[in-house]
């Protein structure tokens, strides 16, 4: 499985080399100055809304931790290991679909209310996975999870570069994925050890509850209007 893994990492490759060609850079305006190299004054310079955002993906990306529980829930919950390799797969498919649903819905309606969608969507997932008690219930929240991602993932990174602007979106990218990588480790040894000492339905709980409180601070957040939104 592994070697054949190579196969699509070198076409990906080969793709990137001779098939992409990258736009010669544009001239900036003298009313957009360029991100200054230093970090801190780069991250002064995205302003407090960008911070605010920042926050709020720092708190749910602590409580958002591995797919595996989810995994090992279905386990618990009865569901047949067979049986969960392929419900693995089926919320891979209902994932890329909400992908692309949840771009257009954040092109109409907006960003923030489709992040604020994904986010109640995911603490109730998780509330339900603390309380499900038979395996149908489990297998149904665990593919409406799929929905979560599409109505979150695609949104939060266009309103990074909405809030951002264009002279600063290499800065303020770095900075989003830097906060998400930075909690993304402390947030699954955190669920893990509340599970061990709690129980599970702790942990679930936990996850939702900072959900909520990501949203609470995201509502906080002035998103800029958009021209030629979906009508």
Same mark, same amino acid.
């Given at each position: 499985m592994f070697l054949l &893994?190579?196969?699509?990492?070198i076409a990906a490759i080969l793709i990137a080399i001779f098939a992409i060609k990258e736009k010669?850079?544009?001239?900036?305006?003298?009313?957009?100055?360029?991100?200054p190299l230093n970090p801190l004054r780069g991250f002064a310079n995205l302003g407090r809304d960008f911070r605010l955002l920042l926050i709020s993906l720092l708190l749910f990306a602590l409580g958002n931790s591995t797919d &595996?529980?989810?995994l090992a829930r279905?386990?618990?919950?009865?569901?047949n290991p067979a049986f969960i390799a392929l419900l693995w797969s089926l919320h891979h498919v209902v994932k890329m679909t909400s992908t692309y649903y949840g771009g257009l819905l954040a092109d109409k309606i907006g960003r923030k209310p489709t992040i604020l969608m994904g986010w109640f969507i995911y603490a109730l997932i998780y509330?339900?996975?603390?309380?499900?008690?038979?395996e149908t219930m489990l297998i149904a929240l665990f593919m409406i999870y799929g929905v979560y991602y599409g109505l979150s993932e695609p949104?939060?990174? &266009?309103?990074?570069?909405?809030?951002?602007?264009?002279?600063?979106r290499g800065t303020a990218f770095g900075f989003y994925h830097f906060t998400i990588?930075?909690?993304?480790l402390p947030a699954s040894v955190m669920f893990g050890w509340v599970w061990q000492q709690f129980?599970?339905?702790?942990?679930?709980?936990?996850?939702?509850?900072?959900?909520?409180?990501?949203?609470?601070?995201?509502?906080?957040?002035?998103?800029?209007?958009?021209?030629?939104?979906?009508?």
């Amino acid at each position: 499985m592994f070697l054949l &893994a190579v196969i699509p990492s070198i076409a990906a490759i080969l793709i990137a080399i001779f098939a992409i060609k990258e736009k010669a850079p544009l001239v900036v305006a003298d009313s957009e100055p360029l991100a200054p190299l230093n970090p801190l004054r780069g991250f002064a310079n995205l302003g407090r809304d960008f911070r605010l955002l920042l926050i709020s993906l720092l708190l749910f990306a602590l409580g958002n931790s591995t797919d &595996a529980f989810l995994l090992a829930r279905l386990y618990e919950g009865g569901v047949n290991p067979a049986f969960i390799a392929l419900l693995w797969s089926l919320h891979h498919v209902v994932k890329m679909t909400s992908t692309y649903y949840g771009g257009l819905l954040a092109d109409k309606i907006g960003r923030k209310p489709t992040i604020l969608m994904g986010w109640f969507i995911y603490a109730l997932i998780y509330l339900g996975f603390a309380f499900a008690q038979s395996e149908t219930m489990l297998i149904a929240l665990f593919m409406i999870y799929g929905v979560y991602y599409g109505l979150s993932e695609p949104p939060e990174k &266009a309103l990074v570069a909405d809030i951002a602007g264009k002279h600063l979106r290499g800065t303020a990218f770095g900075f989003y994925h830097f906060t998400i990588g930075l909690a993304a480790l402390p947030a699954s040894v955190m669920f893990g050890w509340v599970w061990q000492q709690f129980g599970m339905h702790v942990a679930f709980e936990m996850g939702a509850a900072f959900a909520i409180c990501a949203a609470i601070i995201l509502l906080f957040v002035r998103a800029p209007k958009r021209q030629g939104a979906i009508p």
